[in-house]
């Protein structure tokens, strides 16, 4: 996900960092989150750092679980009207790419998003028609949320792994918008989105039927 949450609404760009509400988000300030790609040179600095939002499409797992809920006429829904930025796998890769081949990319951050914003809800249905089926939806009470995050720590704990749910994933994802502006990348490296929410859900779709993921 993007840096942090930002509950005026406004895209996180580059400048002025953003305000993160979690010690994540905060830590993300001044250091890589997990789906950045950051680029080093022989001296070990780095060069130029591309960090996408949620990204999906075939062989993402990103919204998986997502389809898999709505495979089973379930349309989970968080509290609140929460918005998000997400990128296709692909346009992400040619964001990627842009910044490997132009100079100008060197000592830059750029987030990669769009071309839509959207939210749990709006996904939901695009699943729904994707998967040719319908669903119903449910609204998951924050007390669920709270003890499913406690219980993925607990299942983490004993483990050893990263639990793919924890109470502090629970306060990012219910804290407020995550949204952010490629307005850089596409001013300065001529990157922009090509493939709409709508369309890229329907490819993931028919790759993960394909691949029998769902």
Partial sequence: MPPGPRISSVPNTTSPPPVGSTPYARGSMIRPSASSLRMYSRSSSWVWKVRPPAVYGPREKALL?????????????????????????????????????????????????????????ETGRMIERAMETWSLPFQIPGFLLQA???????????????????????????????IVSSGRIRTELGWSPATALEDGIRETARWYREAGWV
């Fill in 65 to 121: 679980k997502y389809f898999r809920a709505v495979k089973c006429h379930v349309r989970p829904r968080l509290p609140g009207s929460r918005r998000f930025s997400i990128v296709y796998a692909a346009d992400h890769a040619r964001a990627v790419w842009e910044a490997l081949t132009q100079d100008r990319a060197v000592g830059r951050i750029y987030f990669v998003g769009g071309p839509d914003l959207t939210s749990f809800e």
């Fill in 148 to 178: 499913a995050g406690l219980a993925g720590e607990l299942v983490g704990a004993v483990t050893g792994r990263t639990p793919f749910l924890s109470r502090e994933k629970i306060r990012e994802i219910t804290s407020g918008d995550w």
